[in-house]
């Protein structure tokens, strides 16, 4: 069994950062090969792409709506995938979903396999 471990969610203030962590850990999981993303769902909305980090570490892949805010890293030591998130803005309000995918690169989630429970991030004055 995989279990995908979300942390670092919470309330910020406009133009402010937060971190987010995923653990991933699991019998027969090698994370090392799997590429990791981030996805987030606003309440009443649907489940939107983030960001994808191969295995490689190589061109990793950001919604337009966060380049330039958003850089996703791994650390294939700690099987750990980080999303660091910079001059949030109160439309990044959402749940934030770590998943893991088999795929060389993947943007979409009907290709990510496995999924974390998802944190909250709230983005508000």
């Known amino acids: 069994q995989v279990q995908l471990v979300e942390s670092g969610g919470g309330l910020v203030q406009p133009g402010g950062a937060l971190r987010l962590s995923c653990a991933a850990a699991?019998?027969?999981?090698?994370?090392?090969?799997?590429?990791m993303g981030w996805f987030r769902q606003a309440p009443g909305e649907e489940r939107d792409f983030v960001s994808a980090?191969?295995?490689?570490?190589?061109?990793?892949r950001y919604a337009n709506s966060v380049k330039g805010r958003f850089t996703i890293s791994r650390d294939n030591t700690r099987n750990t995938v980080y999303l660091q998130m910079n001059n949030l803005k109160p439309e990044d309000t959402a749940t934030y979903y770590c998943?893991?995918?088999?795929?060389?690169?993947?943007?979409?989630?009907?290709?990510?396999?496995?999924w974390g429970q998802g944190l909250q991030v709230a983005v508000s004055s």
């Open positions: 998943a893991a995918s088999t795929y060389t690169m993947a943007t979409v989630g009907r290709v990510y396999y496995f």
């Open positions: 699991g019998r027969d999981f090698d994370f090392n090969i799997h590429t």
């Open positions: 980090i191969s295995w490689s570490d190589e061109s990793p």
